[in-house]
């Protein structure tokens, strides 16, 4: 062998041996475990001892060895502390899942160190990390990677942990801030991280780089009718996510809501709804829209009422009109209905009430019947009367009366 063809070899063992190392160090990932707060719950520092305890923790990631904290950060006191106390270890990523686990202790002067309980069952807080599907699961409970969650127990001697576990994995990033990782909307969602997807986002319409929002909405049946959403009303509500002025990374415009209703469309019917700025929001049967049953549950329909709406029929209502007025304004008309007045159940966030919804309009021919309103009444805002050919309207349990004048109307403010 030459010498041209032995540098050519040397070279070539030299790359070959490059991209060893660098495929070894692709194979691993930092992952922290970090405390953000610590409540204390409960203490029982015994005798000769003071409360609040004096607080350390300890950390064992991957199974490499439990790192005793208490050196670096004994000791943090206080009731309500944010101590930012931070474990690494480099985890090879082959190791899905993986274990983290998590103690907190108290340093007492007069006797041993006693074991803070932080979790539902023992008392340290033992987790599954699955960096496939950017979750963990431990003591009950479960939570998203790079995202803050929290623990606590119970007992003599208890506290609460907040805690962010940083996995370093692109995928488990939420680029469009929808509450999404971008893993679930590329891929679907694994909730037991069996490898079988759960949820299957991208089947859906979800998109990483625009703001997504899921909807399941099921409706009440009887007998003789339905409470199934009007397709139309549907289709607008799509719409006007799509349309709404939120900017997208990448660049589009809106929210792409995807309501599932289930087959009343159609079954395996899905249509989507195309905003003004690249957004696409849908809607139909994505296997849920469940039917239940109307009988056991309270109906409150648009008058506030149980059951269906009551209607207004003109058998129900006697009119009676009369000429116009001298002053020119038009005519004048009373109607008098029969039964109360439809309302509106509302809340004030202290107390429920209910109010009629009728409303007034200058009489004249062709002017509408009252009462008017409707769900459309249901919209905030204020009305605010001023000087003008006025009217004025007096309502009581079963009269409506609506009149014009010449004379000044109160300036009124009303939320509704």
């Known amino acids: 062998m030459n010498q041209r063809a032995i540098t050519g070899f040397g070279l070539a063992l030299l790359c070959a ?3 060893r190392v660098a495929e070894l160090k692709a194979a691993s990932v930092n992952v922290t475990f970090t405390f953000t707060r610590v409540v204390e719950l409960q203490c029982d520092e015994g005798i000769g001892e003071s409360c609040p305890n004096d607080y350390y923790p300890k950390v064992d990631i991957d199974a490499q060895g439990l790192d005793d904290g208490k050196s670096r950060f004994c000791c943090a006191h206080g009731t309500d502390f944010q101590p930012d106390w931070v474990f690494t270890r480099v985890v090879d990523t082959s190791h899905s899942p993986f274990s983290i686990h998590v103690e907190l202790w108290d340093q007492d002067d007069l006797s041993g ?3 803070i309980d932080i979790a539902n069952g023992p008392n340290s807080l033992d987790i599954v990390v699955n960096p496939k599907n950017c979750t963990w699961t431990g003591g009950g409970l479960s939570g998203v990677l790079n995202t803050q969650s929290s623990s606590q127990g119970s007992g003599s001697d208890s506290a609460k942990i907040y805690f962010v576990i940083d996995v370093p994995n692109v ?3 939420d680029s469009d801030g929808d509450g999404l990782l971008d893993v679930w909307e590329t891929n679907g969602f694994d909730a037991d991280g069996d490898g079988i997807i759960d949820v299957n986002l991208p089947a859906m319409g979800s998109n990483p780089l625009r703001a997504d929002l899921f ?5 009440l049946v009887a007998f ?5 959403p009007l397709q139309g009303a549907i289709q607008q509500v799509v719409q006007a996510f799509a349309n709404a002025p939120l900017g997208n990374p990448d660049g589009t415009t809106g929210i792409q809501l995807h309501v599932d209703v289930g087959p009343i469309y159609g079954v395996g019917v899905v249509t989507q709804v195309a905003g003004a700025r690249g957004a696409i ?4 049967d994505y296997g849920g829209g469940n039917k239940i049953a109307e009988a056991g549950n309270a109906i409150v329909d648009w008058d506030g009422r149980r059951g269906a709406p009551r209607p207004i029929s003109s058998a129900s209502r006697t009119s009676t ?3 116009a007025r001298s002053s020119g304004t038009g005519s004048s008309s009373t109607r008098r209905i029969s039964g109360p007045p439809p309302t509106i159940a509302r809340r004030d966030g202290r107390k429920a009430f209910r109010e009629p919804i009728f409303s007034c309009r200058s009489a004249g021919r062709g002017a509408p019947e009252v009462p008017a309103g409707g769900p459309t009444s249901m919209a905030s805002r204020s009305a605010i009367r001023t000087s003008r050919p006025a009217r004025s309207c007096t309502s009581s349990v079963t009269r409506l009366a609506c009149s014009t004048g010449a004379e000044t109307a109160p300036t009124t403010n009303r939320t509704i």
């Open 215 to 219: 909807l399941e909405l099921d409706h």
């Open 224 to 228: 003789t009718h339905t409470h199934a």
């Open 17 to 19: 041996a490059g991209l």
């Open 171 to 173: 995928s488990c990033q």
């Open 281 to 284: 929001g849908t809607f139909g």
């Open 113 to 115: 160190d006693d074991q």
């Open 321 to 323: 009109r009369t000429g």
